[in-house]
């Protein structure tokens, strides 16, 4: 067995044992290497066991546990991003309460998660819908708007995608600002009146025709003050 510590007396055969000789082992011994565990607790420092720095390399395997690390130890700067991982991330640790608000934006969904216009326009299921694709989903309404024929003008109001202009007394031409992919849409028109009592008369209702990709004609009663035509599109998608 190696020895583990070294000293500066020697004893000779028959050599007579002093209290000076004594305390000469016990002050000026040191310690051999070998003397020290490579736990890292304690290193040989000028034959003399010192405690140590930690390093990784003398760590032994599994020596490092969940119990032994105080909690708080380990900071965010002592992660480095490359070790924060997807699998290393539990299921149930990421909740609503985790997720700080605003944080959840588009650019930080998948683009398949997000519905092109083609999905939209097939109903396509399990797609999230962006606000400026929303007009190309079947259900919408294409177009709509309230406007006056209470003299030569045409007022439009309270409108999504149309223009109008005057033909007659009796008729107004809608344009489509964005062009429909066909003409094989619905229109549903009707006469109000502005006013706060009742009109008295009953107006016929409007009739849509020469339906087109770009717009359609409304023939309906007599220009007249406080009425006006509320009309809204259905069908055809947005080319």
Known sequence: ????????TQFGP??????AKLNNILLQSSFAAGAVTTDGTLELIGGQMQVGVLKTANIPANGVTTEKIPDGSITTAKITD?????????DLNVTTGKIADL???????????????AELEASTASKLVAA???????PVAKAYGSFTVASSARTLTGSINVSVTRINSNGSQVTFTSALAG????VVAQVSDSSSSSPGTIDGNPIVYNKTTTGFKILHAPEATNRAIDFVVFGSIIA
């Not at 650019?107 to 216009?117: D, H, N, R």
């Not at 003409?183 to 619905?186: K, L």
Request: proline share 2%; net charge positive.
């Open 14 to 19: 028959n050599e007579q044992i002093t209290s």
């Open 103 to 117: 944080s959840v934006t588009f650019g930080k969904m998948a683009t398949a998660a997000i519905g092109t216009k």
């Open 132 to 138: 400026n694709l929303v007009k190309h989903s079947p």
């Open 1 to 8: 067995m190696a020895a583990i510590q070294t000293s500066q």
């Open 82 to 90: 490359l070790n924060v991982t997807t699998a290393k991330i539990a």
């Open 183 to 186: 003409s094989e849409y619905t």
